[in-house]
């Protein structure tokens, strides 16, 4: 059995809206960061959380902008560029979950797509001992600028294969971490992983990388 809550996080001094789910005797917790004009509805986003549950993995799908801001950014693209800004958010909401009563002592991993996987890097540098895998897909590591020195958490990059420039940004981004990393390029995909059979692909390859380094042995 899943509980599943919609509810508002406080974080970076204001409220994230948030869907968190939590499989009974869940292994571990991961926390979505969406893509600039994305948004916890995301429906390839719901996909890889739904896989991960059925894997016993709990997950948080939180927006980091508010509606407001939503609304603002339509006009400006002001923050959801604003990297910074959203792995502060993200980093807070990491903080919270990992504290809560529900959720407390559960290993937390962080999943970026597109720009938020820049955030989740920030985030997974500046909070070593809070978070314990990471994965990225279709991510722009290269926005997370220096601090990628800083991670040293086990990441797992996914690229489609006809998404040439960010397949080399990420290949740049592994050589000035200092963790383990691994790059997995899915054949005929494209950055949005809408080809047939591609999406799953990735749900695959993140609920290994995260029950790998999340759950206790005894679950894996």
Same mark, same amino acid.
């Given at each position: ?8 996080? +406080?974080?970076?001094?204001?409220? #994230? ?5 939590? +499989? !009974? ?33 709990? @997950?948080?799908?939180?927006?980091? *902008?508010?509606? !407001? ?5 339509? #006009?400006? %693209? ?9 792995? !502060?958010?993200?980093?807070? #909401?990491? !903080?919270?979950?990992? @504290?809560? $009563? ?18 989740? *890097? ?5 909070? +070593? ?18 601090? #990628? ?11 489609? /294969? ?17 963790? $383990? @990393?691994?790059?997995?390029?899915? +054949? ?5 992983? /809408?080809?047939? %059979?591609?999406? /799953? ?5 993140? /609920? ?13």
């Amino acid at each position: 059995m899943t509980v599943q809550v919609s509810r508002r996080i +406080p974080a970076g001094g204001v409220l #994230l809206d948030a869907d968190v789910a939590l +499989p !009974d005797d869940a292994h571990g917790i991961v926390i979505f960061a969406h893509g600039s004009g994305s948004s916890r509805h995301s429906p390839r986003n719901r996909y890889v959380a739904e896989e991960l549950r059925r894997a016993g993995l709990g @997950t948080v799908l939180a927006d980091l *902008l508010t509606p !407001d801001e939503e609304r603002a950014d339509t #006009l400006t %693209g002001e923050h959801r560029f604003d990297i910074a800004m959203l792995a !502060d958010r993200l980093g807070e #909401l990491t !903080d919270r979950i990992a @504290t809560e $009563e529900s959720t407390r002592g559960l290993s937390v991993g962080l999943f970026g797509a597109s720009t938020g996987a820049a955030a989740a *890097l920030i985030a997974a540098a500046r909070r +070593p001992e809070r978070v314990r895998a990471v994965v990225s897909r279709g991510g722009r590591p290269d926005l997370a600028g220096e601090e #990628l020195r800083a991670v040293h958490q086990p990441t797992l990059f996914i690229v489609g /294969e006809r998404d040439p420039i960010v397949i080399e940004l990420n290949q740049e981004a592994m050589e000035r971490m200092g963790g $383990e @990393t691994r790059l997995e390029i899915i +054949p005929t995909a494209t950055h949005l992983f /809408e080809e047939r %059979g591609t999406l /799953e692909q990735v749900a695959h390859l993140a /609920e290994i990388w995260f029950l790998r380094h999340l759950a206790p042995r005894q679950a894996r």
